[in-house]
Structures are given as C-alpha cells and as structure tokens.
C-alpha cells in the first residue's frame, strides 16, 4: 500500500502572544514575554501569582455568544477558536470538500478543570445540593472539544480526543497524520487547548514543586538553560491546523504552509513526573521520527525543544538531542518558544508545531528569551538562540514535546 503525503493547509491559535497566527508570529519573532499577573483569582495564598495568560479574550468576538459559551469550558471555548481560523484558512466549505471525511483530533491534557473545581466547590459548600449543573459533565470531559469542532462543522469522520499530558497535541497531529496517510480520511482538525490557570491548577503544580515562584520577576521568569531556572510558567490557550493529503488539497487549489514527513512516540518508564535523566525515552521519539520521515540527523534545521525551564527538564533533553545527532547537535538551531508563551501542557505540542511552520515561513528561528546566567550543566556550544531571533533558512523542522507519566513524542515538518 502506498502511504499518501499529508500537508498542512489551515493554521489557527489563541495564546498568550496573539489571539490569531498573525500576532502569534509577529510577537514570536519578537521576542515578546507573555507573562501577566493572575486576576481571575485571589492569589494571596499561592506561592506563585503569575502565568502566560491570553489576552483581550471577548466569546463574542469570536463567534460564540453568552448562552453558547456558557455551556462550554474555557478550553472548549480555546478549541473552538483556535480550530475556527485553520477551517477558515484552509478554505473548506461543504462544496470543496467532502465533509463524511474530516475528521476532529482535539487534545488537552486536563480538560474542563475549571468546570469540576466550580461545580464541586458549588456542591461542597451547599449551594445547590444535591443537583449538579447538566452541563457539569458534558462541559468537563477532555473530548469534548473535538466534538464541539464536529457538530459546529459538520464533520463526520474519525473524531476522538488525546490525552497523553503535555504531549497531548503532539500525539493527536501523530495520529492524523497517519489516519490521513492510510487513506482513512482526506483531512483532520487537529490541535489543542488548555485552561488549567486556575486555583486547582496553580495549586496543584505548586504542590508538585514544578512551577516558577519568581514572582519578583515575573515576565522573565520563564528562562528555559538559565542556571537560575526554577520551574516552568502556566500557559493557556490553543492550537490548531487543518492536515490534509497531498493530492486532495492540490485538487481543490489550497494553500500548503508545510508537509508532515514523520511522528515518532515513546515512553520513559520512569518516574511519574520527571524526564529520565540520561533523555532515554526523548531519544527513542526523536529516532522514531527520524526513522519514520526517512530523514537523517543532518537534515535537521530547527529543533522546538520542550525546554520547560525545570532543573532536571532542561539538561536532559540537551543529552538526547547530542545522543541522536552527534556533531549535527551543534549545527542547527534549537530553541524553547516556552520561554515566551509558558506551558500550555496538552496545547503546548500544537502551539510549538506552529513555531516550527513560522520558522519554515520566515526563514527566521523564534529565540529562547530570557537568558542570562550560564549553567554548567548546558552545553552552550549548541546554537540555543538565546535571546534573539536569527535569520536562517528551515527545510526541515523538528518539535518534541513529553509528559508527565513519561510521555513523549516528536513530529518533524518539511518546507514544501
């Protein structure tokens, strides 16, 4: 059987850099920090205050008015947004395409936390006991969101959710990539989002000692290979592209932005919330990918590391790169746009995926901002495009993005 090409023709976000692709670019490329002081929350009582948090967000502006928001969770909100400007980009209409075969792959790695922590904080303290809001389940579970982008779309092929935490949407455009590729669908809205800024979310990765505290310095306190480096930023938001076969998308004259070459995924077998130290299961997807795009190491451009700014994160993910690309390891570019937009968790992989397109696009790698102490741990021989964008062309892009549970998957891109 004779694998199709799979391309990508439709591009949407809202994250804390821009509520559409256009502003996300331009202040990625900018080198802008999108950290803000929490306000939906008292956080007198948390040890840390701050995330990377959307901007200027108004439903309404987007399509979706105040009974229809409502009955949705913030990430379901994001889903819809962020998948409504890749269908719109692409061109899909009822007479372009066959809708009995696109499909919906939508990820998030907690889903509605917001909803449960509301509807059970609502039940606690008595004030509608003992009946739940309807909607309490339907706005809560993480699949929701692909069925949400179906129903307002139409779209009657496969439609599931990922969940493999913050490899959640690296996961997902891995599966529609080869459900497409088998010729299981003409296309798939693939991406996704995440709205865990809240007080289960803070609170519960503080208690797992994972997030920044550096309150002080807040919109620098992102710094993915900084020594002083002390967990990552909470992000929110989404991501969201329209993959599509080759062929089917010449046919009806789309745009393509780039080509889906290879996906590889693994695991650590480690340790519930920390990278194996010696990078084991990033090298194993990094190989997969490589393997499964037929590509070799030195045809790497670009690498969107995870590069979550944690102690053990950071290091380890730079030991794999050197494991699996030896003396290429020093000829590319890596960075961690982390550094600029914080951790969407299950959005984070889309999000970063699209960093990777920009970089095909522009000819330009976004920077690892915030950089300024050297950590003996880091290799700084590797080109970490430390606080400034650099000009270079991309033909092949690679993003890896793991989890906790030790979740880990890269997706490569390619110029087309």
Not at 39 to 65: E, H, I, W
Not at 99 to 128: C, L, M, P
Request: net charge negative; with cysteine; hydrophobic share 40%.
């Amino acid at each position: 059987m004779e694998l199709k090409r799979v391309v990508v023709t439709g591009l949407g976000t809202i994250n804390p850099l821009g509520n559409n692709v256009n502003e996300y670019f331009t202040n990625l490329l900018a080198g802008v920090s999108g950290a803000a002081l929490i306000t939906s929350f008292d956080t007198t009582l948390f040890k840390t205050k701050f995330a990377c948090l959307v901007k200027n967000y108004d439903p309404a502006a987007f399509g979706l008015d105040r009974k229809e928001a409502r009955k949705l969770d913030l990430y379901a909100q994001y889903a819809l947004v962020a998948a409504g400007e890749a269908i719109q980009d692409a061109g899909i209409s009822a007479e372009s395409i066959n809708h009995d075969r696109v499909g919906v792959i939508w990820a998030s790695g907690i889903g509605g936390i917001q909803t449960f922590y509301e509807e059970v904080k609502g039940y606690v303290q008595g004030n509608f006991t003992p009946r739940y809001n309807p909607f309490f389940v339907p706005k809560m579970i993480s699949d929701i969101a692909a069925g949400h982008i179906s129903m307002k779309y139409g779209f009657r092929g496969p439609n599931y959710g990922t969940v493999s935490a913050c490899a959640s949407s690296t996961t997902a455009m891995c599966d529609a990539f080869n459900l497409i590729r088998l010729g299981k669908a003409d296309a798939i809205v693939v991406g996704g989002s995440e709205a865990a800024v809240s007080e289960p979310g803070i609170g519960g990765f503080n208690s797992a000692q994972a997030l920044s505290t550096n309150n002080e310095n807040y919109k620098t306190a992102s710094r993915p290979f900084d020594k002083t480096r002390d967990g990552f930023v909470m992000g929110e938001g989404g991501g969201g592209f329209v993959f599509e076969a080759y062929e089917h998308a010449k046919a009806r004259g789309a745009k393509i932005y780039a080509e889906v070459i290879g996906g590889g995924m693994s695991a650590d077998a480690y340790h519930i919330t920390a990278s194996h130290p010696e990078g084991l299961g990033a090298i194993l997807a990094m190989k997969a990918a490589l393997e499964d795009a037929a590509v070799r190491p030195e045809d790497i451009d670009y690498i969107n590391v995870h590069g979550t700014a944690t102690p053990v994160g950071d290091p380890a993910e730079l030991k794999a790169v050197k494991a699996v690309f030896g003396e290429q390891a020093y000829k590319l570019n890596i960075s961690s746009t982390k550094s600029m937009t914080g951790h969407l968790l299950g959005a984070a992989g889309a999000v970063e995926a699209l960093a990777c397109i920009c970089a095909i696009q522009k000819s330009a790698i976004p920077p690892t901002i915030n950089f300024t102490t050297e950590d003996e741990e880091i290799d700084y021989k590797l080109n970490l495009t430390l606080n400034t964008t650099q000009s270079r062309g991309v033909n092949i892009a690679l993003s890896n993005t793991f989890g906790f549970g030790g979740h880990n998957a890269s997706i490569i891109l390619k110029k087309v």
